[in-house]
C-alpha cells in the first residue's frame, strides 16, 4: 500500500502472487494499492506489439490483477504498463480499480483476449460495471478483440503506427523544437519515442 509518493520507479521482473489461494486476492504490477501519487513510473516487460510477445515480465497470480496497480484511491501521472498478465481470476491492463485521478498513462498490457472478465484498461466489479468511479483523462490503449472495449474510460488507440507519432499522446510532456515536431531521444521531456523504429512512447527512467 502506498499512502505516500512513489516516483521514478519500475518493474522489470517477473511477479509471482500464489501465496494465497483466493482468487479475490489482490495484485498490481508496481503497487497493489494507491492511497498518494505516483508519478514517472512504469512495468515493462518488452512487450513487442506486432506479435503480442514478451519475454521479461509477466504478472502470474491466482487473484485478481491490474496491471500497474490493482485499486488506484490517489494521483497517478505519467506512467505505463507494458505486460502480459495471466490469472485464472479477473485481471485489467492498467488499473483494477480506480476511484482517484489518473492523467497522461497509457497500456499495452495483454489479457485475455474475447475474455468476458479480463478487461483493457479499467477491470469490472462484482456486478459487472467498469470499476471506475475517479477520473481519468489523457490515457490510452491499443485496439484489441477485447471484451467492452468501447466503453473504456481510456482512450482506445486502433493502429500500432499511432505510437510512433507524438500527436497521438495530447497533454503528453514531449520536448519539442520550435516547430513543435519531437526532438528525438532527447532528455528533457518527461516522454519520448526512442527511435523512428520503435513505437512506444517511453517514459524517462534515467
Known amino acids: 500500500v502506498n499512502s505516500g509518493s512513489v516516483s521514478s520507479s519500475y518493474s522489470k521482473g517477473t511477479i509471482y502472487s500464489y501465496t494465497s489461494a483466493s482468487e479475490y486476492s489482490k495484485v498490481g504490477g508496481l503497487i497493489g494499492q494507491n492511497n498518494g501519487r505516483v508519478n514517472l513510473s512504469f512495468v515493462e516487460g518488452g512487450f513487442n506489439l506486432s506479435n503480442k510477445d514478451t519475454t521479461q515480465i509477466e504478472v502470474n497470480a491466482i487473484g485478481r490483477v491490474g496491471g500497474f496497480v490493482y485499486e488506484n484511491r490517489g494521483t497517478i501521472k505519467d506512467c505505463y504498463s507494458n505486460v502480459r498478465i495471466n490469472s485464472n481470476s479477473p485481471t485489467a491492463g492498467f488499473v483494477f480499480e480506480n476511484s482517484g485521478t489518473i492523467t497522461n498513462t497509457y497500456s499495452t498490457s495483454l489479457v485475455r483476449e474475447n475474455s468476458l472478465q479480463d478487461m483493457v484498461f479499467v477491470g469490472l466489479d462484482e ?80
Open 127 to 206: 456486478y459487472g460495471n467498469l470499476n471506475n468511479s475517479g477520473t481519468i483523462e489523457s490515457s490510452y490503449f491499443l485496439k484489441g478483440n477485447y471484451t467492452r472495449q468501447d466503453e473504456q474510460p481510456a482512450t482506445m488507440i486502433t493502429s500500432i503506427s499511432d505510437f510512433a507519432n507524438i500527436s497521438t499522446f495530447e497533454n503528453f510532456a514531449f520536448d519539442t523544437d520550435t516547430d513543435g515536431n519531437e526532438v528525438v531521444n532527447s532528455t528533457n521531456g518527461v516522454w519520448f519515442i526512442p527511435s523512428a523504429n520503435e513505437y512506444l512512447s517511453s517514459i524517462q527512467d534515467e
